[in-house]
T-cell receptor
Framework: KAGVTQTPRYLIKTRGQQVTLSCSPI?????VSWYQQTPGQGLQFLFE???????NKGNFPGRFSGRQFSNSRSEMNVSTLELGDSALYLC??????????????FGSGTRLTIV | AQSVAQPEDQVNVAEGNPLTVKCTYS??????LFWYVQYPNRGLQFLLK??????LVKGSYGFEAEFNKSQTSFHLKKPSALVSDSALYFC??????????????FGQGTTLQVKP
């Protein structure tokens, strides 16, 4: 069974640009969550999508947005990039978002560097 | 505020000795509890979870965790450490309720160093 696939693995962008990251969940999983990992703030929840709808949202500015497609693949977009957006972005896949029977499976992440 | 604490930034243990990585939480209700491990430049690998039932949960790679409701703790343990266990370990909780689906609250992480 294929795992969670995040693309690209590495990205370098300049301030002010925008970026789109992609996450393909495990087949059959309908929930995708996104997290930002930085040395200073640790792992922070961005948002969760389920059946193409944003169901929960963390405390991030509106520059951070996402969407989910009918095949459950999800993208997150960051506009007007700032140096502080440099981070490892992780997505997590689960059947229904509850984490009950199967927990959450994480991808390997996208390392975003802003210069 | 809901939070997860991992009081030790680093734990050092000799190979073959038992290890414990500590986690306490301050979350209302009866949350789901998780342990994940992260190797350099990689995502998080699931070790184990506690939903309900026995307080001792067994997981992957010989790890186990003990849930203590009165102390709101969920410490990770392994009877005999391996050098390959050296990594960054995260404790996480998920509050119950529809407003918290897919949302894990993480501790700051504990670096485990196992020396030969």
């Amino acid at each position: 069974k294929a795992g969670v696939t995040q693309t690209p693995r590495y990205l370098i962008k300049t301030r002010g640009q925008q970026v789109t990251l992609s996450c393909s969940p495990i087949s059959g999983h309908r929930s995708v969550s996104w997290y930002q990992q930085t040395p200073g703030q640790g792992l922070q929840f961005l948002f969760e999508y389920f059946s193409e709808t944003q169901r929960n949202k963390g405390n991030f500015p509106g520059r951070f947005s996402g969407r989910q497609f009918s095949n459950s693949r999800s993208e997150m977009n960051v506009s007007t990039l700032e140096l502080g957006d440099s981070a490892l972005y992780l997505c997590a896949s689960s059947p229904d978002g509850t984490g009950g029977n199967y927990g959450y499976t994480f991808g390997s992440g996208t390392r975003l560097t802003i210069v | 505020a809901q939070s997860v604490a991992q009081p030790e930034d680093q734990v050092n243990v000799a190979e073959g000795n038992p290890l414990t990585v500590k986690c306490t939480y301050s979350v209302s209700g009866n949350p789901y509890l998780f342990w994940y491990v992260q190797y350099p430049n990689r995502g998080l690998q699931f070790l184990l979870k506690y939903i309900t039932g026995d307080n001792l949960v067994k997981g992957s790679y010989g790890f186990e965790a003990e849930f203590n409701k009165s102390q709101t703790s969920f410490h990770l343990k392994k009877p005999s450490a391996l050098v390959s266990d050296s990594a960054l370990y995260f404790c996480a909780v998920r509050r119950l309720g529809s407003g918290n689906t897919g949302k894990l609250i993480f501790g700051q992480g504990t670096t485990l160093q196992v020396k030969p």
